[in-house]
């Protein structure tokens, strides 16, 4: 009987440099370290930013609480916002409205020479400030009092400030319908304060009317 060839063991060879599959393998392990690095490089390319913690309006002065940091990665050439590796600059002023949330532009923020409005309040018909909210922008009407029955006639109302910023919605007071009236703050031109005043205190209708655009309703 032929008996059968039996078949021999072979050793194993240890892998050399010139095996293609080692060096394959090195290339994927070199390729994600590179990954992870650059990953890691692009998130530290990030900077800290000053946001708007809610509306921020021309006129308010600025407290710890106006502004929040955040960390954010700016396309390139979107730079002169207020960077937040500085302390937040309490006790200035901004110079234009600033949205809750957006980034704070260095050129919104000034100095208390550069403010040009000042707060005043007026008592305005309830009917004509719902919906109003901090940040708004409003036309402001006044309607003179008229002194006797005769001159109602030739009262005639007046736009005396446009899109004005609302700086507070105050209390109500007075029943429901046009006896209803609301106290809001709003931010005036220091050459309009006067006048406005003087017509609050000759007991003078305000009307405030939405302008196009006006925030509306739950802002901070």
Excluded: C, H
């Amino acid at each position: 009987m032929t008996e059968l060839a039996t078949p021999s063991a072979k050793r194993l060879q240890r892998p050399s440099w010139r095996d293609s599959r080692l060096l394959v393998g090195v290339l994927l392990v070199l390729l994600a370290a590179t990954l992870g690095a650059k990953a890691v490089a692009s998130a530290d390319d990030r900077v800290p930013v000053w946001v708007a913690s809610g509306n921020l309006v021309a006129g308010d002065r600025i407290d710890d609480s106006s502004f929040v940091r955040a960390d954010v990665r700016l396309g390139d050439g979107m730079t002169g916002y207020l960077e937040a590796d500085a302390p937040a600059p309490t006790g200035s002023f901004m110079l234009r409205d600033v949205r809750a949330g957006e980034l704070v532009p260095v050129s919104a923020v000034g100095g208390a020479d550069a403010v040009d409005v000042q707060r005043v309040t007026v008592r305005a018909d309830a009917l004509s400030t719902t919906g109003l909210a901090r940040g708004s922008r409003v036309d402001v009407f006044v309607t003179p009092k008229a002194s006797t029955t005769s001159d109602s006639a030739r009262v005639e109302t007046k736009k005396v400030l446009e899109s004005a910023a609302v700086a507070a919605v105050l209390t109500s007071s007075g029943g429901f319908g046009s006896g209803s009236l609301t106290s809001v703050q709003i931010y005036v031109p220091a050459a309009k304060v006067q006048p406005l005043v003087e017509a609050v205190d000759a007991e003078a209708k305000v009307t405030l009317v939405p302008a196009v655009g006006a925030l509306s309703g739950g802002g901070a």
